[in-house]
Every structure is written in structure tokens, then in C-alpha cells.
């Protein structure tokens, strides 16, 4: 352990150096030292630190959110979907003469969408959320007050649509994605040793279906390390695992190191669990009948499909393994995030400054050279790409101007169906967890 890994510890917990000092019984100056790496941190110091913040065990950080969400409505009116379930102004929703999935017609705000077929009434209206769709929509959702729980109640809500109109929903995908924080108290992860211990037969699954992917990509003339994932089951079937090695993937994506996309975003692994028709439509009904959390849901579902053991040196299982163990009781730690992020104006500030900003400031001294004002005629000249003007749009729409009410919704969960615990496990045993 490091001194900038003591300071993001402190950081984290919100303590100051002289509080931080005093619960673990060193000076102040002490504390100030090892964070500007003058000191380093003792075994002694690293057992107080876990006994004092409950780090023993070295548990992994984990961090879970929901990274795509798709549901259709056996309904004709995207607007009515917008402003019901969405609860956005469906007038902030760009239209456009096209769709997938075999729609023809998509409604969008950035990176959230609705599909409709005029020409297919029977397809009905679908709400597709990906992973920047869904961190946008957070922001709806903080801002009346309400978390994912509120919003899936809203699907079964009575009346939803109004005028009595009874409309058939269903949650045809839902993504959850699981990421590993790096840890400084023990080590992360190794998805080498899940691989290895497939392969070796250390691995009981309820999935008939094992892929890998990984090695190594050319990219500017540089060889980049694409990282290390694991796939169980098929994109077809109901539930569909996907562990990789996130690190490595934001590092190829934004072109840095392994070891800067790790100090950027503190992350080593991603655990994803895909969910498709049955499976989405039963996990949601399970979480709305019985209380569970989403997160504990999501750590059952992966610890029931996949059971990891250690073996001796002849290969012969001895006891459950205790690296995948960590794994999942870091799992029971988690809770379920909630970070809304507006449309990303800072990227498109970060391509300015890579790519462009060198040119423009040159045009401009040359400008300023001979008494010109060619750099700014041509951009006032220059015409946006329909992409751009929908970017502008996104980017400078506030929230009030997206929400159809002005005032933070009142709590319209209803009341939690009784079920017993026998009830829950036979519902548990027969239809998820399978």
C-alpha cells in the first residue's frame, strides 16, 4: 500500500488528516508524511487501518448500476410513453424518419430512445435505454426525487396511461453491470484464474456455453493490450454473463495506459448479467413482490450459475475457491449507484483540444498577423451536420425544460405483496434462479 492510497482512503471516508490521525493513534504529521510519500505505510500501520475501518477480510470495492434497459408498450402513442413513463416533455425528443429493431420511426433525447411502427400497430411503442441512456435518465430521475425502484413500479402503476386504457408491458432486456474498484487492501481479481479453472474443470455452471476473448490489437501504430473477457451462455439465450477486464478497455478507448485508466477511474473488472424476455420480466416481478434488493438479486443469479473450487496438486477439488469467494461476498456489499450525467460537452472539448485547437490557434495568429478574420468567417459560415444540431440541442436543454411537472413526484409505490418465505424461495428455485 501507497501513501496516495492512504490519502484516497481518508478522502473517501471524508475525514481530515487530524481526525483521520486520531482514530488510527498516530500524529497528524504522520499521516501527512505517508500521503506525500516521505513515510512509508508499516504492517503495523496496515493493521490498524483495517481493524479501525473494518477492512478486514479485504473485501473488493464493488459498485453496481444498470447499463441497458428495453421495454415495449402495447400502445400507438409514443408521446403518451414519453410523458407517462418517461415523465420527460415529449417536445424535447427529436424525431426522425427511421428505427431499429424493424421500427421505422425513433424519438430521441440523446442517448435515450423510443421506436415506433405507424405501419404495425401491433409492434407497439419500445423505450431503449444503453449505457449513457441510462446515466442521462438518472437525471430524471434525481431530479423528482426518485430512484430505478420508482420507476419500474411505474410500469405495473394502475391507470398509467389514463382514461382506463390497459396496456401490456413488457421488460423484454435488462443490463447490470458490477464493477470491481481497485482495492489497495488486498488484490483484485484475477480473470486469468476464472479462465484457467474453467478449463481445467474447477468450474460447475447451469450455462452449456464458454468463450473467451482477448490478445492484442494495432492501433496508431501501437500494439494495445485488448484485455481479457469471459462470456457464459449465448446473446441469444435468457441470461448471459460477461466478465472482462474494464481497465484494459477504457485504456484502449481513450488511447492512455492501463495504469492511467486505472488512476482515472479506479476500475479492474466488470461483471455483467443480461437479462433478455422471461428472465428480464421475472427478475423485475421478483424484485417488486418480494423487497430484495437489485443488487442482491444480481449476486445470487451469478452465484448460483457459477460455482468455483480450488484443487490439490493431483487437481482433485478441495474446498470452494477462495479467491471467486471474495468475489461474490464483495457482491453482498454493493449497492445499487445512481449517477445521472448530462450529454458529454467536456468530450467534445477534450477532441478540440487533441485534434483541433492546434490548427485554430494557428489560423488565428495568422489572422492577427495580417489583419484578417478568416477563422471566424468560416466558422460562422460553416454548416452543422443534422448530428451537430442535435448535440447543440441535448447539451443546452435543462432539466427543468425535460420534466413534465415542476414539482418532485410523491412516492406512489404501492404496497409490497405479502409472500412468505417459502413462497419466495419456490419462486426462486422454479423460475429465476434456473
Not at 420527460?88 to 435515450?112: L, Q, R, V
Not at 477486464?245 to 485504456?251: C, N, R, S, V, W
Not at 444480481?298 to 450459475?305: A, M
Amino acid at each position: 500500500m501507497h501513501g496516495k492510497e492512504v490519502k484516497k482512503l481518508r478522502t473517501q471516508l471524508g475525514l481530515t488528516q487530524q481526525t483521520f490521525a486520531e482514530k488510527i493513534s498516530i500524529p497528524r504529521t504522520v499521516v501527512s508524511k505517508i500521503e506525500n510519500n516521505h513515510r512509508p505505510v508499516s504492517s503495523t500501520l496496515l493493521a490498524k487501518l483495517k481493524k479501525n475501518f473494518h477492512l478486514d477480510g479485504g473485501l473488493l470495492t464493488m459498485e453496481a448500476k444498470i447499463d441497458f434497459l428495453r421495454v415495449r408498450f402495447q400502445i400507438n402513442s409514443p408521446d403518451l410513453v414519453i410523458e407517462k413513463v418517461l415523465r420527460m416533455d415529449s417536445n424535447a425528443f427529436m424525431y426522425k424518419d427511421y428505427g431499429f429493431y424493424h421500427y421505422t420511426e425513433t424519438y430521441c433525447f440523446s442517448e435515450i430512445f423510443v421506436f415506433f411502427n405507424p405501419n404495425d400497430i401491433h409492434m407497439g411503442v419500445m423505450i431503449e435505454l444503453r449505457g449513457q441512456g441510462c446515466r442521462e435518465y438518472e437525471l430524471i430521475l434525481e431530479e423528482y426525487k426518485e430512484s430505478w425502484s420508482h420507476f419500474f413500479w411505474r410500469l405495473y402503476q394502475d391507470n398509467l396511461f389514463e382514461n382506463g386504457l390497459i396496456v401490456d408491458t413488457k421488460i423484454t432486456r435488462i443490463d447490470i453491470a458490477l464493477d470491481e474498484k481497485l482495492s489497495p487492501f488486498s488484490s483484485n481479481y484475477d480473470l486469468y484464474e476464472l479462465k484457467e479453472k474453467y478449463e481445467q474443470g474447477l468450474v460447475n455452471t447451469t450455462f452449456r456455453n464458454f468463450d473467451f476473448r482477448g490478445g492484442f490489437v494495432q492501433k496508431n501504430g501501437k500494439t494495445v493490450n485488448k484485455g481479457l473477457s469471459l462470456y457464459f451462455g449465448s446473446r441469444q439465450s435468457p441470461m448471459y454473463l460477461n466478465f472482462y477486464q474494464k481497465d484494459y478497455e477504457l485504456a484502449k478507448k481513450e488511447e492512455i495506459s492501463v495504469e492511467q485508466a486505472q488512476e482515472k477511474y479506479g476500475i479492474k473488472n466488470r461483471y455483467e448479467v443480461r437479462l433478455a424476455d422471461e428472465k428480464a420480466y421475472l427478475f423485475v416481478e421478483y424484485l417488486l413482490s418480494t423487497g430484495e434488493t437489485l443488487e442482491w438479486v444480481v449476486k445470487e443469479l451469478i452465484d448460483t450459475s457459477l460455482k468455483v473450487y480450488d484443487c490439490d496438486e493431483e487437481g482433485n477439488r478441495i474446498s470452494y475457491s477462495k479467491n471467486w469467494r471474495q468475489v461474490i461476498e464483495s457482491m453482498q456489499e454493493l449497492r445499487l449507484t445512481i449517477k445521472g450525467e448530462k450529454p458529454n460537452y467536456e468530450k467534445s472539448l477534450r477532441w478540440l483540444s487533441n485534434y483541433l485547437a492546434p490548427t485554430l490557434k494557428k489560423i488565428w495568429l495568422i489572422d492577427q498577423t495580417l489583419g484578417k478574420n478568416e477563422l471566424m468567417d468560416r466558422i460562422q459560415r460553416a454548416k452543422l451536420k443534422e448530428i451537430d444540431e442535435e448535440a447543440i440541442l441535448t447539451i443546452t436543454t435543462s432539466l427543468r425544460e425535460l420534466i413534465i411537472q415542476e414539482t418532485a413526484a410523491t412516492d406512489t409505490t404501492p404496497e409490497r405483496i405479502s409472500v412468505t418465505k417459502e413462497e419466495i424461495e419456490q419462486l426462486l428455485a422454479s423460475y429465476l434462479f434456473i
